[in-house]
C-alpha cells in the first residue's frame, strides 16, 4: 500500500511533467514532419520515431512546469494541435529550402532533355529526373556539412525558450515569412539552373541557325543528342559553381529560419 500512496504523492510532478512531454513532442515532431527526408518512406518508421523522442527528451527542462499546470483536457489537445503547427512552421521554411535545389534540378532536366528518363525516387513522391536527384543530394548533403542540422536543434531549443510550450500561435507575420520563402524558392530554382538554360538557349540558336541555312542536312534528327551532350558538359562546368550558389542558399535559410522564430505571438 505504500507504494500506492508514494505514486499518489508523485502525480502532481508526473502530470506536468507529461504534459511538457507530449507538447515537447508535438512541436519536435512537426519540425522533423515537414523536413523532406526525415518524412521520406525511406526512412524508418521506427528511426523518425526515436529522433523524435530522443530529441523531445533531451529539451523537456526547456520550459517552466507552470506552463503547462492549467490545461484540462480539451485544451491539451488544442495546445498540442497548435505546437504541431509551429513545428510544422519551422520545418517549412528548411523543406522551401531544399525543394529550391531539387526544383533547379527539375529545370536543368527539362530542358537538356532528361525528362524522358524520369526515375523513381525514394525520397520524394512521384518521379525526378536524374539532375533533380543529383540537386537534391547535393542539397542534402551541406545540409549536414554545413551543420544546419545542428542549427536546427538550437532554434529548436530556442523557441520553447522563447515561446512557452502551450502558449504559441502563428500569426500573420510568421504567415508572411513563410509566404515569402516560398515564393524566392522559384527565383532560387531559376537562379540555379541559370546557366544550364543559357547554354540550352545556345545550342538550340545554333542548330536553328544552322538548319536554316543548311537545309538538306537533317540537323533536327541530331538535335536532341546534341542538345543532351551539350549539356552535360555545361551542367559539369557549373557543378562547382552550383555547390557554393547552394550552400549560400541553405545558409540564408537559417536567417529566415530565426526570423520565423521571432514571429511566433505568444498568447
Wanted: hydrophobic share 60%; glycine share 10%.
Amino acid at each position: 500500500m505504500s507504494g500506492v500512496h508514494d505514486l499518489a504523492a508523485l502525480l502532481p510532478v508526473l502530470e506536468p511533467l507529461a504534459i511538457l512531454t507530449l507538447l515537447t513532442m508535438a512541436r519536435a515532431g512537426g519540425l522533423l514532419l515537414a523536413l523532406p527526408h526525415s518524412s521520406s518512406t525511406a526512412v524508418p518508421g521506427q528511426i523518425r520515431a526515436i529522433l523524435v523522442v530522443a530529441l523531445s527528451l533531451s529539451m523537456v527542462g526547456l520550459a517552466a512546469p507552470s506552463a503547462a499546470a492549467r490545461f484540462d483536457l480539451l485544451g491539451l489537445v488544442v495546445a498540442l494541435v497548435g505546437e504541431i503547427i509551429i513545428g510544422l512552421a519551422l520545418g517549412f521554411v528548411v523543406h522551401l529550402a531544399l525543394a529550391g535545389v531539387r526544383m533547379a534540378g527539375e529545370i536543368i532536366g527539362v530542358e537538356i532533355g532528361l525528362s524522358f528518363s524520369a526515375v523513381a525516387d525514394p525520397a520524394n513522391p512521384g518521379a525526378s529526373t536524374a539532375t533533380a536527384s543529383l540537386l537534391g543530394h547535393l542539397g542534402m548533403q551541406l545540409f549536414f556539412a554545413l551543420g544546419i542540422d545542428r542549427t536546427l536543434v538550437a532554434g529548436l531549443a530556442h523557441s520553447m525558450r522563447r515561446v512557452p510550450l502551450g502558449g504559441g500561435r502563428i500569426g500573420g507575420a510568421t504567415v508572411a515569412t513563410l509566404t515569402e520563402q516560398a515564393s524566392g524558392a522559384l527565383a532560387v530554382a531559376l537562379h540555379l539552373a541559370l546557366p544550364i538554360l543559357a547554354t540550352g538557349l545556345a545550342v538550340k540558336l545554333a542548330l536553328a541557325v544552322l538548319a536554316r541555312f543548311v537545309p538538306r542536312l537533317q540537323i533536327f534528327a541530331l538535335a536532341f543528342g546534341i542538345t543532351l551532350a551539350c549539356g552535360l558538359v555545361a551542367l559539369q562546368q557549373a557543378l562547382p559553381g552550383l555547390a557554393e550558389a547552394v550552400a549560400g542558399h541553405l545558409r540564408a535559410s537559417v536567417v529566415v529560419f530565426d526570423r520565423t522564430i521571432a514571429t511566433i505571438e505568444t498568447l
